[in-house]
């Protein structure tokens, strides 16, 4: 049998260039050929425990086995350590109330970001006594729909009022009232209006090659046909939204109705004991100033 030393020598100048199901056969390989007591010497050779060099001994020696050897993946499926927020759930839980209160986005795309830094956020966690990276936040928001964007030169100096933040939290606060006592919270607003016709429209469609669709070479508003005005309502413990279109003007009695078809044909069912509902709007257009008529 060789001597340890050769056996060590032998394998420093090969493992580095192995993965780790490469490693195990190759030592597995190598006991096997030297016969009794190839296992221990291997083993104190390669820095492998003895149980490793019989599970790959066991691959080599069992033909269902070596065929799943043949394929990329190093270790069986559902191996290695669960991840972090899986051994913990709450500390998922935790992350998404402290991210809730501050985020940002256009209610129109299912993309959000996070003021909060991740190195924040870790911090912040790690004070109230969990163990966790930045970059394991960085995946578990991005498996969440958030993404890191830059900021966006959209504002003008002097027009953000200095209490627009306990604003916003104090409209938070009272979602998660309302919520918690099972009332009806909705989000509401008039979405891009569209003319009604045969007018260009972007976007490709499916048609017999040579035959598109004929539209109107100008967009001149025909005052013979009104346009079409979508009005959202937004359940936002439901995350189910509802459309309204109107043809004639987006007016607050337009929003009143389209509110109050709403609550008749989904809110209702759906909160039958509620006794109070929260509206959240921008207070622009037809939804400046409007009265709720039950």
């Given at each position: 049998m060789p001597q340890p030393k050769f056996l060590k020598k032998k394998f420093l100048s090969l493992l580095p260039y192995l993965n780790e199901k490469q490693k195990r056969i190759a030592a597995a390989v190598e006991a096997r050929s030297l016969g009794y007591g190839g296992i221990s010497a291997v083993a104190e050779a390669v820095g492998l425990s003895r149980t490793t060099i019989h599970q790959a001994l066991e691959e080599l020696n069992r033909p269902a086995i070596r065929s799943r050897l043949k394929s990329d993946r190093i270790r069986s499926g559902g191996g290695g350590r669960k991840r972090i927020?899986?051994?913990?759930?709450?500390?998922l839980k935790r992350l998404k109330s402290l991210v809730e209160s501050?985020?940002?986005?256009?209610?129109?795309?299912?993309l959000l970001w996070t003021s909060?830094?991740?190195?924040?956020?870790?911090?912040?966690?790690?004070?109230?006594?969990?163990?966790v990276s930045y970059r394991v936040i960085a995946?578990?928001?991005?498996?969440?729909?958030?993404?890191?964007?830059?900021?966006?030169?959209?504002l003008e100096e002097g027009s953000?009022?200095?209490?627009?933040?306990?604003?916003?939290?104090?409209?938070?606060?009272?979602?998660?009232?309302?919520?918690?006592?099972?009332?009806?919270?909705?989000?509401?607003?008039?979405?891009?209006?569209?003319?009604?016709?045969?007018?260009?429209?972007?976007?490709?469609?499916?048609r017999p090659?040579?035959?598109?669709?004929?539209?109107?070479?100008?967009?001149?508003?025909?005052?013979?046909?009104?346009?079409?005005?979508?009005?959202?309502?937004?359940?936002?413990?439901k995350n189910e939204g509802w459309v309204n279109v109107g043809c004639d003007h987006d007016t607050a009695a337009f929003a009143v109705a389209s509110i109050r078809r709403w609550w008749h044909a989904m809110g209702k069912p759906a909160y039958p004991e509620a006794r109070k509902l929260?509206?959240?709007?921008d207070s622009g257009g037809s939804i400046g100033c409007f009265p709720i008529s039950a």
């Open positions: 927020f899986i051994q913990n759930p709450s500390l501050t985020t940002r986005g256009d209610p129109m795309s299912p909060k830094s991740t190195r924040h956020l870790a911090r912040t966690l790690a004070a109230e006594g969990f163990s995946e578990a928001l991005r498996e969440m729909n958030y993404s890191l964007q830059a900021n966006s030169k959209t953000s009022h200095p209490g627009r933040d306990r604003q916003f939290h104090r409209l938070n606060g009272s979602v998660s009232g309302f919520l918690k006592e099972e009332n009806p919270v909705i989000s509401v607003d008039t979405k891009k209006k569209e003319l009604i016709g045969r007018y260009h429209n972007k976007g490709r469609e499916w090659r040579g035959e598109p669709e004929k539209v109107l070479v100008h967009d001149f508003i025909d005052p013979d046909v009104p346009k079409a005005i979508p009005y959202g309502v937004y359940d936002v413990k929260l509206i959240c709007a």
